[in-house]
Every structure is written in structure tokens, then in C-alpha cells.
T-cell receptor, first 116, second 111 residues
Framework: EAGVAQSPRYKIIEKRQSVAFWCNPISGHATLYWYQQILGQGPKLLIQFQNNGVVDDSQLPKDRFSAERLKGVDSTLKIQPAKLEDSAVYLC??????????????FGEGSRLTVL | GEDVEQSLFLSVREGDSSVINCTYTDSSSTYLYWYKQEPGAGLQLLTYIFSNMDMKQDQRLTVLLNKKDKHLSLRIADTQTGDSAIYFCAPLTGGGNKLTFGTGTQLKVEL
């Protein structure tokens, strides 16, 4: 079974530029998450989708961050304009829903963003 | 919201046992997970415990849960250099939908 795929792995941009990250979850996983992990900290939830609907985006800085999950499969996370404090690893995760499962989240390797 | 705390750093000698502790605030947590993160890599699920259990053993790993004190611990027996990583405690709340991570404990295994 293929894991969660993310791209790009690394991105360096200047402040005020824009950037987009892409995530392809595990096939059949209805729930998709974007987490932000700043160096030295634990991952923080940015947004959660159930199929193509948003479940929780309470911690998403909506003035500059946006995310979508068209057709309930792939997702993109965009930052525009970027700030220095957005330098972090952006982790995508997916979860199977229904049936017997332990609620485990499966994570991609992350997209590391550096804002100069 | 949920608050999860861990000590930042733990150093042990190879072959010793490691104990990583975690405290959390949301008593409605259903599953409580331990994730491992190696440098430059994503998060890998190590083990988990359901909230109606006190203990779970999985090979070298033992998870202890004290629901009254909202305290979770992970014991790694016979710690090896390959166990060097950051370990995150993550309770599942929000009706089984929301995973909140602790600050992470960096485990360093010395020869």
C-alpha cells in the first residue's frame, strides 16, 4: 500500500512570495490533515478535511493560508504572502474512517519551507 | 483545547531502559499514541493505548496510562542507538478526530 505522498520536499522562498504544497493521501482515507511543525516544536494542526469538506480550520491563519481538497482526494495548502515565521515543515496526514480502526494517522515525509 | 506536555530531553546508555513521560489535560481522550520522528523524516506510529487500558506491552515497548492523573509513559527496554529520535505523545480527542501533539522528547542513546 502506497503511503502519503507530499511535494515538494524542500522549498526556499523570499518573504512576501507565495508557495503551494501538495498532498496525496492513502487511497480510501477520507480524513486528511495538514500540520505545521516549527523546528523544536510538536506538530500543530492547521486544517482537517473529511472528504472535501472542512472539519476544523480554527488554527489556520486565514489571512495568508488557504487549503482545498477538491474531489475529496488530493489536497493543496497555499501560503500567500509568506512571512519569516512560516518557516517550518508542513506535514500531511490521512486517516481511515469507519470500520474497525485505531484512529491512526499516517504521515507523509513533509515539505520543508524556508522563508528568507 | 488539549494541552500536552513532555520533558524536552532524555539521555540514556545503550542497553538501559528509557522512560518518556507525558501529561495531558483532556480527560475525554480515547486513544493515546506515541509517535517517533527521526531526523528529516515524517512521524511514525510506535504504539498506542486505548483509554480503558492501564498498560500495554509491545515487544520492547511498554505503555502505562494513569487516567486519574492524566499521565502517559513510554518505556523502551534495552534501548539501542537506533532508538535515538524525538518521541511525541499524542492523545486523540474531539470525538476521535483531533490529534494533539506534545512538544516532543529527544532521546539520545550513548554507547
Amino acid at each position: 500500500e502506497a503511503g502519503v505522498a507530499q511535494s515538494p520536499r524542500y522549498k526556499i522562498i523570499e518573504k512576501r512570495q507565495s508557495v503551494a504544497f501538495w498532498c496525496n493521501p492513502i487511497s480510501g482515507h477520507a480524513t486528511l490533515y495538514w500540520y505545521q511543525q516549527i523546528l523544536g516544536q510538536g506538530p500543530k494542526l492547521l486544517i482537517q478535511f473529511q472528504n472535501n469538506g472542512v472539519v476544523d480550520d480554527s488554527q489556520l491563519p486565514k489571512d495568508r493560508f488557504s487549503a482545498e481538497r477538491l474531489k475529496g482526494v488530493d489536497s493543496t495548502l497555499k501560503i500567500q504572502p509568506a512571512k519569516l515565521e512560516d518557516s517550518a515543515v508542513y506535514l500531511c496526514a490521512s486517516k481511515k474512517t469507519g470500520g474497525t480502526n485505531t484512529g491512526e494517522l499516517f504521515f507523509g515525509e513533509g515539505s520543508r519551507l524556508t522563508v528568507l | 483545547g488539549e494541552d500536552v506536555e513532555q520533558s524536552l530531553f532524555l539521555s540514556v546508555r545503550e542497553g538501559d531502559s528509557s522512560v518518556i513521560n507525558c501529561t495531558y489535560t483532556d480527560s475525554s481522550s480515547t486513544y493515546l499514541y506515541w509517535y517517533k520522528q527521526e531526523p528529516g523524516a515524517g512521524l511514525q506510529l510506535l504504539t498506542y493505548i486505548f483509554s480503558n487500558m492501564d498498560m500495554k506491552q509491545d515487544q520492547r515497548l511498554t505503555v502505562l496510562l494513569n487516567k486519574k492523573d492524566k499521565h502517559l509513559s513510554l518505556r523502551i527496554a534495552d534501548t539501542q542507538t537506533g532508538d535515538s529520535a524525538i518521541y511525541f505523545c499524542a492523545p486523540l480527542t474531539g470525538g476521535g478526530n483531533k490529534l494533539t501533539f506534545g512538544t516532543g522528547t529527544q532521546l539520545k542513546v550513548e554507547l
